[in-house]
């Protein structure tokens, strides 16, 4: 679900993963057509990093 927010609407997604701050810049960049991609690519990646560092976060407490 939160990959096809990150490709339709991208500023979103930052507010949903915690990055408020990323949100706003990454709105801004999508106002433009051509800006566009690149917001999408971002959030992707953005994401791709927020489940990394959940999983990390899940073995070390499981560790512990």
Not at 11 to 29: E, H, S, V, W
Request: charged share 10%.
């Amino acid at each position: 679900m939160r990959l096809l927010i990150a490709l339709l609407i991208p500023f979103f997604l930052f507010f949903t993963i915690g990055r408020p701050l990323a949100g706003i810049i990454c709105l801004i960049l999508q106002v433009t057509l051509i800006g566009w991609i690149p917001a999408a690519i971002w959030a992707v990646y953005a994401l791709s990093q927020y489940n990394t560092d959940k999983k990390i976060d899940e073995l070390r407490s499981g560790q512990s």
